[in-house]
């Protein structure tokens, strides 16, 4: 199954970013950050690929502030942006 998984650089910014992301109508899961992936910030959000082209949108405008995003494909993950 794929998913997409965006990472931030603290608690404070992924917080603010789970609450834009809700406001504008995402469906989106709060997961523990895989440290395989990254150490900076202990929570991330976890998208499907519909809801994730959606949230891109809202990224892409500087509504929220990401570290990274990561494609994973059952258990690999790939750094796409």
């Not at 809700?22 to 469906?27: A, P, Y």
């Not at 949108?57 to 258990?75: A, R």
């Amino acid at each position: 199954m794929e998913n997409y998984i965006i990472t931030f650089e603290n608690t404070h910014t992924a917080m603010d970013g789970e609450d834009t992301l809700k406001t504008e109508g995402i469906n989106l899961t709060i997961i523990p950050t895989p440290t395989y992936i990254t150490k900076s910030c202990g929570i991330s959000i976890r998208l499907n690929k519909k809801e994730y082209e959606k949230a891109k949108n809202i990224i892409d405008s500087g509504k929220i502030s990401i570290k990274n995003i990561y494609l994973k494909e059952g258990s690999s993950y790939s750094l796409i942006a």
